[in-house]
């Protein structure tokens, strides 16, 4: 279970545009509170709180004790970086985080597309 103020989120090693995300999100994140796991690693099943292939189905991360996924796990990990702290608090409010995981939802559709002009 996480620190007040600490994130864990789960996310594919293994994907090419998951890799970048990652990537600015470590140089952002610059208190050290996030804690990213990759959950395509071999060991994943001990580290993820659901089975592996569940959490690279969708973004996972959670937030004081709680797992969240889609828009709200992005939401927390933005609330975890100063910079981004304004966007994670407003997507508190229901009907943006509600807009936001429609946008995650269409994200998804186009995400194999994605990464295969990625790679």
Do not use: K
Request: glycine share 6%; with cysteine; charged share 20%.
């Amino acid at each position: 279970m996480n620190l007040v103020g600490q994130v864990t989120v789960w996310h594919d090693g293994t994907c090419p545009l998951c890799q970048r995300e990652i990537a600015l999100m470590r140089r952002f994140d610059t208190n050290g509170a996030i804690t990213f796991i990759d959950a395509s690693a071999p060991d994943a099943a001990q580290t993820c709180p659901l089975e592996p292939a569940l959490m690279l189905e969708r973004f996972h991360a959670e937030e004081e004790g709680r797992l969240l996924s889609g828009a709200a796990a992005f939401a927390a990990m933005w609330r975890a970086v100063p910079m981004l702290r304004p966007f994670g608090l407003a997507a508190r409010h229901p009907l943006i985080l509600r807009g936001l995981e429609a946008l995650y939802i269409r994200f998804l559709r186009v995400r194999p597309r994605l990464q295969r002009m990625l790679r």
